[in-house]
């Protein structure tokens, strides 16, 4: 194995503490209607491993996701889509460049977020939709999507009804409410993953692939939930390898 | 963002002659939050369990707990003070159920004691606390006369936290908490204790070498190696875009991470 320095970004001590963060105004220099600016985007992997190999990502990506915006990532397998976008979630650390957004009226550089920030941006500002379904085996379906909502402070009774409400949309047979997700097919567990991200109402959301398990019917009925987030000032990026659906809820691309 | 942390780690370094057991641990933990410790046999880990709660001398460093009227250091607290702090704002369940628990007393004793430590006395209303909380960890009630031992392990271990729980502490420190059970009933005490941290915005510090608990878990992650943090932040962050050499061996080394 070879022993290597830790990057900077993972040190602490170099992060801004919560006081100074809070004290930033919002910067002038984001438009009105901006929920995301991300800008010079560089992310690589080090696979020490491999004998420390660098494989180089990002090269300076930047981006703006306005409100009502549906921004497609486009291009080949390991262009670095989903590189980009799991860097918008904080899922990836960049190398450098900065990611802002706007989370509650005041603008995060998500690159120097403590973890506890990232966790409430989370919570509140940018949702996810992942491809992949990761839960404890005991818990009901209606729980696992209610869940996120539950935790921003809504009620149980009300969190269960809107995830009911969406289930009924996505047509996910109500004798699999309650049963956990871990038993279910490819395109079951992607509705729930659907129903969980889109049951709050959070301005920016991120869609890796959001039907490709989806027959025509509830592709159909994923791309009515894009059209209304959007209808409602949220900002959506997304992978979408199914060009039929890129470009009917899609206004923008940014190719790779 | 002004939330306060509840626990404060500074520098922390605790060594055994020669070996650097803990070797200048820093870290915040913030009230509802399940921090996740990860690292292999000997990195230190259950050491820096046993200094945070000043189990055992540290050799410097400051450990600050910030409860709702001032911060307490951990080191300057008196002995007495800092026994009856762990036996009510904080708690500690410990990986064998056995170390835990008095076996030589009943259920409902298990999780009266610590009740009568605190100074309760009417023996009604311990009674109906024991028994509220063993349906809460999902022991039949009716177990509450029955001793420990003929409890199964996963019963055990449900048992423990129960006892550590009924103080309703704020701070809960645990060691391999699922070590040793068996996959189902691994599943369910997890369940249980994500269930319960909500419910009772508990903060955790979570001490396991299995992959697979944290992810399920904790929301923020550290990697240990020889005493030392390696690596650290949000639990996907580092299991999805591990850094340091030592994590991206334990992350390749993991099935289904």
Known sequence: MISGSIPSQQIPSQQISDQQISSQPALPRFAAQTLLQAEQVHKGFTLHAQGGLHLSVLAGISLTVN????????????????????????????????????????????????????????????????????VIPRVPALEV???????????????????????????LPERLWSLSPTTFSGGEKQRVNIARAFAVDRPILLLDEPTAA????????????????????????????????????????LTF | MTIQPLLTVEQLTKTYGEIQACDRISFSLYPGQILGIIGESGSGKTT????????????????????????????????????RLMRTEWGFVQQNPRDGLRMNVTAGANIGERL???GQRHYGNIRTAASKWLAQVEIPPERIDAFPHTF?????????????????????LMDEPTGGLDVSVQARLLDLLRSLVRTLNLSVILVTHDIGVVRLLAHRLMVM????????????????????????????ATLLP
Not at chain 2, 58 to 70: C, E, L, M, P, R
């Open chain 1, 214 to 253: 989806l027959d025509a019917n509830n592709r159909e009925a994923v791309m009515q939930l894009i059209e209304e987030k959007k209808a409602q000032g949220c900002g959506l990026v997304g992978i979408f390898h199914d060009a039929d659906v890129r470009s009917s809820v899609c206004n923008r691309t």
């Open chain 1, 145 to 171: 999507a209610a869940e996120p909502l539950i935790e921003t402070g809504v009620s149980k009774s009300e969190a269960f009804a809107k995830v009911r409400s969406l289930f009924t949309h996505l047509n």
């Open chain 2, 48 to 83: 820096l369990l046993n200094a945070i709660a000043h189990r055992l001398p540290i050799d410097s460093g400051q450990v600050t707990y910030h409860n709702s009227i001032k911060p307490t250091h951990l080191a300057q607290l008196p002995e007495p003070d800092r026994r």
């Open chain 1, 67 to 134: 409100q009502g915006d549906c921004v497609a990532l486009q291009g080949a397998s390991g262009s670095g889509k989903s590189t980009l976008m799991r860097s918008l979630y904080a899922n990836y650390r960049v190398d450098s460049g900065n990611i802002w957004v706007k989370h509650q009226d005041s603008w995060r550089d998500l690159t120097q977020c403590q973890p506890h920030e990232l966790i409430a941006i989370r919570q509140h500002t940018i949702g996810y939709v992942s491809q992949f379904l990761r």
């Open chain 2, 116 to 118: 009568m430590d605190i």
């Open chain 2, 152 to 172: 199964s392990g996963g019963m055990q271990q449900r048992l423990q936290l129960a006892r550590v729980l009924v103080t309703q502490p704020k701070l809960v």
């Open chain 2, 225 to 252: 190696q020889g005493g030392q943090v390696v690596e650290q932040g949000l639990t996907d962050q580092v299991l999805d875009d591990p850094q340091h050499p030592y994590t991206q061996q334990l992350v390749s």
